[in-house]
C-alpha cells in the first residue's frame, strides 16, 4: 500500500486498557492524511475519560489529537460511528474502507472477530475487512491469556487478521509513556501498511 492522501481507514476502540495507543495511532493516521472512521464501544469511550482524561472524551477528542500530537492531524478527517449502528458505511463490503484496527481490542471484541458475531458496528465492520480481504489489524491487551482466549486470537488469524499484540518493546531506549505509545502505533500504522517514522528501526 502507498502512503497517499485520502486513505480511508477504520478504527475501532474498545475496553480493553490501552487508550494511549489508540489515540496516538488514530492521531498518526490523521496526520498522513487519512479519512478515519472511527467507532468506539461504550467501555471504549469509559477507557478514553479514565485513562485520558476528560478532554480525551469522545466528543472533542479532534481537539484533544490537536492539543496533543499538533495541527498535522487536521491533514486528515475523521468521522465517529455509533458502534450500534450496524448499518452505517463501513458494515458494506461495498465502502471503500481499506483497513482496519481495533485498538485496544478487548477479550470480548476479540471472540466476536473470531466466531462471526457481527453484534456491533466494530464487529460487523471487522467481518467485512475478513470476507472482503482487506488489512484487518486486532490489538489485545490483556495477561495472562486463558486458552479460550488464545484460541479466538489463532481463530481470528487463520481467518485472515493480523494478531499485533499491546507488548511494546525497549530496545528503541524509551524514556516516556508517549515512547512505547508511538512504537505500538508504529507496529499498527506497518500492519496498515503505511510507513512512518514512529520509533528507529533496529540497525543491529
Known amino acids: 500500500m502507498s502512503d497517499r492522501p485520502g486513505r480511508r481507514i477504520a478504527v475501532g476502540i474498545t475496553g480493553a486498557s490501552g487508550a494511549l495507543y489508540a489515540v496516538r495511532s488514530v ?44 495541527d498535522g492531524v487536521r491533514a486528515g478527517t475523521l468521522t465517529l460511528h455509533s458502534n450500534r449502528d450496524v448499518g452505517a458505511s463501513i458494515a458494506s463490503g461495498s465502502y471503500a474502507c481499506e483497513a ?69 518493546a525497549f530496545y528503541q531506549g524509551p524514556r516516556s509513556l508517549d515512547d512505547l505509545a508511538d512504537f505500538m502505533a508504529g507496529k499498527i500504522l506497518g500492519a496498515l501498511g503505511f510507513s512512518h517514522e514512529l520509533y528507529p528501526p533496529w540497525a543491529g
Open 100 to 168: 482496519m484496527a481495533i485498538v485496544p481490542c478487548s477479550m470480548k471484541t476479540l471472540a466476536g472477530v473470531a466466531h462471526g458475531l457481527s453484534r456491533t458496528l466494530i464487529e460487523r465492520a471487522a467481518d467485512v475487512m475478513l470476507k472482503e480481504r482487506r488489512r484487518l489489524v486486532l490489538v489485545p491487551r490483556e495477561t495472562p491469556m486463558s486458552l479460550p482466549q488464545l484460541r479466538n486470537m489463532v481463530a481470528s488469524a487463520e481467518a485472515g487478521a493480523v494478531v499485533l499484540p499491546a507488548m511494546p
Open 27 to 70: 492521531a498518526a493516521l490523521l496526520a498522513s492524511g487519512c479519512q478515519v472512521e472511527l467507532v468506539v464501544s461504550d467501555f471504549g469511550r469509559r477507557l478514553l475519560r479514565e485513562e485520558l482524561g476528560e478532554a480525551a472524551a469522545i466528543e472533542v477528542l479532534s481537539e484533544y489529537l490537536a492539543t496533543r500530537y499538533g
